[in-house]
């Protein structure tokens, strides 16, 4: 038997298990992660090994030797993996840091804009400025969520995202591919949380569920996530469940994807609760973009506009709130009855002028009698 072909058996029944099955085994897992980078049987019994315990930037520049066509991002991804050496752990520790530097890190230009007073030019409703006390509460509620509530789902989100075929191994897909998801799922997630979202105004589940994340009429960013359990378990399905779906029916799906929907969708929900409208805003140059002048008439009026990132389901349901929607309705009131009085006067006018043909042609009729 050739050298090559005993590598090539060892290979086929190395990639036949998972990581865990060689916990301990000096090496192997070094050599799993560079089957998982595609290389190729030649350059494997040509190179070493990264021995166990080995730093993470170690794994770094040994993946930049064995494929330099990978970008930094490709590499730091794939060096994340092979250093923890735990799939379902290293997916937990990223997802779990992703969330609280992005959610922490978005709101804090939030917080500096009402500490200074130059700023409340912009503020939707500039005299509710939330104090320290206020914003230390929420901050203590939503790490209490995101510790105890969603904590356990991100160790849960691999072997789920696994299941559904969704792939961690670089390269990462096309930035177009990535585009065109994302779209869908801003699309579809928008319509989940504009049903329950409504549904959660409904008597007994707003007064024991949504009433805690209407605490604060006027909206800061970092009270995007200041709500009940109940509340941020099911609107969060629409944020992580609709991409694993999706992964069931579509392929080429990655989990880089998934982390960049799940910053963008952080950032979309905490500009929207940012209380903020600059000339810059994305609604002024998308017109069907919510954004936080939506929204923020949402939390001081409390009902309407309860859709997520975009206008469509409000304008198509009638369910818009603020000054603007409620022009639309006078607007819309005036003309029906505006209509309604023009199609009575031309029915008046129909009769009047067929009284007028009656009388005529009796008198035509009564004329002719007599001559």
């Not at 409620?326 to 129909?350: I, P, V």
């Amino acid at each position: 038997m050739q050298r090559g072909d005993c590598l090539d058996g060892v290979l086929l029944c190395l990639t036949a298990h998972s990581p865990a099955d060689f916990a301990g085994v000096p090496g192997v897992l070094a050599l799993l992660a560079k089957l998982k980078l595609g290389t190729r049987p030649a350059e494997l019994s040509n190179s070493t090994f990264v021995p166990d315990g080995a730093t993470y930037w170690a794994h770094y520049d040994h993946i930049s030797e064995i494929n330099g066509s990978f970008n930094v991002f490709e590499k730091m991804w794939a060096a994340w993996y092979a250093w923890i050496a735990d799939d379902v752990l290293a997916t937990g520790i990223m997802s779990f840091v992703m969330h609280e530097l992005v959610y922490f890190g978005r709101s804090l230009p939030w917080m500096i804009c009402d500490a200074i007073p130059y700023f409340q030019r912009w503020k939707i409703q500039d005299q509710k400025i939330p104090n320290a006390a206020q914003q230390w509460r929420c901050i203590k509620s939503v790490l209490f969520t995101h510790l105890v509530i969603e904590l356990p789902q991100i160790w849960l989100f691999h072997p789920l995202a696994k299941a559904a075929g969704m792939s961690t191994d670089v390269p990462f897909p096309a930035w177009t591919t990535m585009a065109f998801q994302i779209a869908i799922f801003f699309v579809l997630e928008d319509a989940w949380h504009y049903w329950l979202h409504r549904l959660f105004h409904w008597g007994p589940l707003y007064k024991n569920i949504h009433k805690i994340h209407h605490e604060h009429s006027a909206p800061f960013g970092l009270a995007a996530e200041y709500a009940h359990p109940v509340e941020v378990l099911t609107l969060g399905i629409g944020t992580v469940f609709i991409p694993i779906g999706y992964c069931w029916f579509a392929p080429d799906f990655h989990v880089m994807t998934m982390y960049i929907w799940i910053c963008l969708r952080l950032f979309q929900a905490i500009d929207a609760h940012s209380g903020y409208d600059f000339p810059w805003s994305l609604h002024h140059f998308i017109p069907f973009w919510a954004g936080a002048s939506h929204h923020d008439v949402h939390h001081e009026k409390f009902i309407g506009n309860y859709a997520s990132s975009f206008r469509w389901w409000d304008y198509m349901l009638d369910t818009e709130a603020g000054p603007e929607a409620q022009q639309r309705r006078r607007d819309k009131k005036r003309a029906e009855r505006d209509a309604k009085a023009l199609a009575e006067q031309q029915r008046l006018s129909m009769e009047s002028m067929g009284k007028d043909a009656a009388v005529m042609a009796c008198q035509i009729a009564v004329e002719k009698k007599t001559s």
